[in-house]
Structures are given as structure tokens and as C-alpha cells.
């Protein structure tokens, strides 16, 4: 985190955690744009989920992906926590087990931005996450 040296600062921070809250909270059509669902569960905590949802919200800013990234509980398989869902737009739901910052990054490289499959997706034992 940034040091605050003064008023600006402060303020600057303000309004570009103001940006996140609003994409987050207020998007006219999810749909259209990514959305990463984490789940942050007692054992997905335990396992570095808020590392991992920190990670993909901070990193999908930074290099300029409209995306949801939101905290969802226990999604069925506490054997491969963390674990996240990730809906590209128009397709349905891919859910990635054993997920660390080095696995999120290559999740946004190859599958958020490209569509390419990646070792770690968890066969699916339910319709979605609601």
C-alpha cells in the first residue's frame, strides 16, 4: 500500500477505491463483462482466497479488464481450495482449483484474456453459483 503523505493523496486513493466499489456494485449488464467469483469460505480463507480475490482485482485494473470480482462462499470443493469461478462473456461458468497468485496470473493471461483452456479446471458439480 502507497504512503499518504497528504490531503491529495488521500483523496486519490478515495476515488480509485471509489472506481472499484462502483464497477463492482453498480454494473448495468454483468454479463457482458467478466465475472470471477471467489470463494471465500472458512477453508478457502484458510487456504489464500483473499490473497487470490486482492490479486485478480488489483491486476484486472491494472492492465485495463472490465471484470467483476466477487466473494462467494463455499462452492463444493474444499479439497482444491482456493477456488474460483470465472465466467467469460457469452460462456459458461470454468471453475479453477488450487489457485495462487501465480496460478491467478496465468488464469488472467491465458483463459480471461484468451480464451485458452488451462490445467486446474475442477469438473462441475452444479449448474452455478447464484
Known sequence: MEKIKNLADLRKMKD???NKIDLREKSDSPEAIVQIKVGMATSGIASGAKEVMNYMIEE???RNIKGLVLQVG????CYAEPTIEVTRPGES??????VD???ANEIIE???KNGEL???ILPANYESIK
Open 16 to 18: 480509485n477505491l471509489q
Open 101 to 103: 497468485i501465480a496460478k
Open 118 to 120: 488451462l490445467d486446474g
Open 93 to 98: 461458468p470454468v471453475v479453477f482449483g488450487y
Open 110 to 112: 491465458k483463459y480471461i
Open 74 to 77: 463455499d462452492m463444493g470443493y
Open 60 to 62: 484486472l485494473d491494472k
